[in-house]
Structures are given as structure tokens and as C-alpha cells.
């Protein structure tokens, strides 16, 4: 457990960094996509960042995927080591998913996003968007996530002893 909340820990770290940097790198309209309809029609007209930078910015994006997707390799790999079977496994996805998904919601969506309203400073024409205060934005695509994530777990807890079993 506590190699899962170390793993856990640093992607915490990774994500922060990577939410907190990827404003300056990403382009207007896919940044947007995950914010509410207000803000992303206030921001329609911002300017993209210049090509190299957004260049940077889809290299950020891949990276962080590839170490997201290396700490589950790793957990799994981990867990077969340490004999793990369906249960501990699945157990060790599921920490790792709804710990994830908890700093995401807490620290990202409600804290970053609405209380701080972070955004803001690099698209200051959404600064009267009522969707800033809208703690409920995201709502849907969260209860979906939470939902699948026993069926995930169970998926790649499965997949991980049948490939390496």
C-alpha cells in the first residue's frame, strides 16, 4: 500500500505541474474543451500561442500520458512481483484511480479552478463567466469516471495476471 500511495503521490506532483503550466502551451480551443460552455465562448477570440510553444505544449501532454501510463505498468509490475493476486491487485487500482481521481476533483476542479479561478489570469476575458463559481461543472464526466473505475480495476487487475501470470 504504501508503494501505491508513493506512485500516487508523484503523479499528484506531475499533475499539478502539468495543470498549473499547460495554459501557456496548449491551444485556445482544446484547452477550453474542458472548461463550461460560458468561459469557452468568452475565450473564443483569445489568441493561440505560437506554434513552437504549442509544439511544447502537445510534447508536455504526451509525456505526462506515458508517465501516467508507466505508474500503472509499474504498480502491476510491482504487484506481480510482490505476488499479488486478483484482490490485492485490484485493490491497488482502484487506490490508485480514486486517489487520483480525489486530487482531481478536490485540488484541481474546486480549489484550482473554481476557488482561485487560476485560468483566469491567462484568459482574463472569462473574468465575469459565471461558470468560475459553478462548483458543479463537471459533475457528469466525474460520476461517470467513479462509476467505471471498479470495472477498470477489475479489467487491468485481470489483464495484469494474466500477462504476467
Not at 510482490?82 to 482531481?104: A, H, I, V
Amino acid at each position: 500500500m504504501i508503494t501505491t500511495l508513493i506512485v500516487l503521490a508523484g503523479i499528484w506532483l506531475l499533475s499539478l505541474a502539468f495543470i498549473l503550466t499547460i495554459p501557456s502551451f496548449a491551444k485556445t480551443k482544446l484547452f477550453m474543451k474542458f472548461l463550461p460552455e460560458d468561459i469557452r465562448e468568452a475565450a473564443g477570440d483569445h489568441p493561440d500561442p505560437p506554434a513552437g510553444k504549442q509544439a511544447v505544449g502537445y510534447l508536455m501532454t504526451a509525456a505526462a500520458a506515458v508517465i501516467y501510463l508507466g505508474a500503472l505498468y509499474f504498480l502491476g509490475a510491482d504487484g506481480l512481483r510482490r505476488g499479488y493476486g486478483f484482490w490485492l491487485m485490484f485493490g491497488r487500482y482502484m487506490l490508485f484511480l480514486y486517489g487520483y481521481k480525489l486530487f482531481d476533483i478536490l485540488i484541481q476542479d474546486q480549489y484550482i479552478v473554481i476557488t482561485r479561478k487560476y485560468y483566469v489570469r491567462f484568459f482574463p476575458e472569462t473574468k465575469h463567466c459565471d461558470s468560475w463559481s459553478n462548483r458543479s461543472f463537471n459533475t457528469k464526466n466525474q460520476l461517470i469516471r467513479l462509476i467505471a473505475f471498479p470495472f477498470v480495476s477489475a479489467l487491468l487487475a485481470w489483464v495484469t495476471l494474466r500477462i504476467g501470470g
